[in-house]
Nanobody, 120 residues
Framework: QVQLQESGPGLVKPSQTLSLTCTIS??????????WSWIRQPPGKGLEWMGA???????YYSPSLKSRTSISRDTSKNQFTLQLSSVTPEDIAVYYC????????????WGQGTQVTVSS
């Protein structure tokens, strides 16, 4: 059973960088065919995919967030992280880490989500 757990500050000041970590258990971040993503949901809005770190190749990002987003992995800790720079109140959302571990098709696991507020 794959489990994901987000962690990081719940409050970030405007213009600062948001950093969140997703800790993985039940599988390895280096496993073939696994994709590791960050997805967020602003209040009253739908889910917004931010980017994904694949098992091979480069990380890819939503075009609308690419200039401010970085997703990286720490294989020694079995974690992957999100950094979102220059945050504004429009970045207020519940942030989820997500794993696609399917081989023949998508099969997703989700973290419980973490609320992030942007305020001075």
């Amino acid at each position: 059973q794959v489990q994901l757990q987000e962690s990081g500050p719940g409050l970030v000041k405007p213009s600062q960088t948001l950093s969140l970590t997703c800790t993985i258990s039940g599988t390895s971040i280096t496993t073939n065919y696994h994709y590791w993503s960050w997805i967020r949901q602003p209040p009253g809005k739908g889910l917004e995919w931010m980017g994904a770190n694949p098992y091979v190749g480069s990380t890819y990002y939503s075009p609308s967030l690419k200039s401010r987003t970085s997703i990286s992995r720490d294989t020694s800790k079995n974690q992957f992280t999100l950094q979102l720079s220059s945050v504004t109140p429009e970045d207020i959302a519940v942030y989820y880490c997500n794993a696609d571990v399917g081989v023949d098709g998508p099969f997703y696991y989700w973290g419980q989500g973490t609320q992030v507020t942007v305020s001075s």
